[in-house]
């Protein structure tokens, strides 16, 4: 009696799928980032200066290098999906550097040279938000589980 042979695993873990949607969603407003209409002031913007006055959707501050970045982590996040144990790292990691970036934007003055990604207020809010939720997804859809298997 011969076993069946068994096909490569396309099922995707919870945190798989999360760190897809994560990185689906930098991606949005990283191309977001650079339409004029979504981003208002979008003749003000500048590569990494405070003085770029460009707003994502009239709110979050933004400049070329800001839009980078989200393109980055979108990037990342399609990247390391495609396995548990990259997923998780991706979110906790990921949102490990939001927090960096949450506190950095309390600590500068929002007009000081050293604003240079730039960041506002509602930036910083989103950050503390953004990594709050990646770490929580990482954490909470991997937990009492093996981060390499989907479950069974």
Same mark, same amino acid.
């Given at each position: 009696m011969?076993?069946?042979a068994r096909g490569p695993r396309t099922a995707r873990t919870p945190v798989q799928?999360? $760190?897809?949607?994560v990185g689906v969603v930098f991606l949005l407003v990283g191309v977001l980032g650079f339409i004029p209409g979504v981003t208002t002031d979008y003749d003000t913007m500048r590569f990494a200066s405070h003085h770029s006055e460009a707003r994502l959707l009239g709110i979050f501050q933004v400049s070329i290098l800001h839009s980078l970045?989200?393109?980055?982590f979108g990037v990342a996040g399609l990247a390391l999906s495609r396995t548990a144990s990259q997923a998780r790292l991706y979110l906790l990691a990921g949102? $490990?550097?939001?927090?960096?970036?949450w506190l950095y934007g309390l600590l500068i003055d929002h007009d000081s040279a050293a &604003?240079?990604?730039?960041? &506002?207020?509602?930036d910083n809010w989103l950050h503390l938000l953004l990594g709050l939720g990646m770490i929580a997804l990482g954490v909470l859809l991997t937990r009492g589980r093996n981060a390499?298997?989907? $479950?069974?």
């Open positions: 011969s076993t069946p799928q999360a $760190a897809l949607l970045v989200h393109l980055a949102g $490990a550097v939001y927090l960096v970036l &604003n240079f990604v730039p960041l &506002n207020t509602a390499t298997r989907p $479950a069974v």
